[in-house]
């Protein structure tokens, strides 16, 4: 008796195709994806077969690996275990092609050089894929802005350890916490700056 194929989940099928879980099921909308619904959600799966037949079909995928730290000394470590992490994501799904981009800064500062160069690198076509361990590595507000303008470009997200489902309340007091958030380092950097403006005043005038 023929052992039936085992179906994937949305997750694990994302993560073979390296692209994002949204970008799979807006695939799978517009019929560029068979999937088959089980159970009373009526939940997606999908058969290994036409995963990889979709993935010899597509050319070469060009990705970007994107690490960050909130400090500039001592956590060296992280960049690095960032690094191995995601490379070995890679292999798994057999990409050997990618760029290596890199900040230490708050994942609130919107000017950061290494994410300003993943965005130029997306936007010049040479990358189609944008891989982060975390999704606050990449930005700790504004992720569907971003997502929105990479993918213009035809680069996707791929996060490599989604968040859980959060309820509704939930969702509400994470967007409160990083507009806080966001508003707080805004403050924080005019005080800063005009701090500075009263030093150099003092030492110009004396």
């Known amino acids: 008796m023929r052992a039936r194929a085992k179906l994937l989940r949305v997750g694990p099928a994302a993560r073979l195709l390296g692209i994002h879980p949204d970008t799979l099921r807006d695939w799978e909308r517009a019929g560029k994806l068979p999937c088959i619904r089980v159970g009373v959600r009526n939940e997606r799966r999908f058969t290994r077969s036409d995963l990889e037949q ?3 079909t597509d050319s070469p995928r060009r990705a970007a690996l994107y690490l960050r730290v909130s400090g500039s000394r001592g956590q060296e470590t992280s960049l690095e275990n960032q690094e191995k992490e995601l490379r070995g994501a890679l292999q798994n799904v057999g990409i050997t092609e990618f760029k290596v981009f890199k900040d230490c800064g708050s994942g609130l500062n919107e000017k950061r050089r290494g ?3 993943l ?10 894929q944008v891989w982060v361990t ?3 590595r990449l930005t700790r507000f504004g992720l569907d802005f971003l997502r929105a303008e990479l993918e213009g470009h035809g680069a996707n997200i791929n996060v490599l350890h989604e968040r859980e ?3 509704a309340e939930q969702e509400l007091v994470d967007d409160f916490m990083k507009l806080l958030a966001c508003f707080s380092g805004r403050v924080y950097g005019q005080r800063s700056a005009a701090a500075r403006k009263r030093l150099l005043e003092k030492v110009n005038a004396r």
């Open 165 to 167: 489902d959060a309820s």
């Open 119 to 128: 965005r130029a690198a997306a936007a010049r076509g040479d990358i189609d």
């Open 54 to 56: 979709l993935l010899h």
């Open 115 to 117: 994410l300003a160069r």
């Open 134 to 136: 975390h999704e606050d």
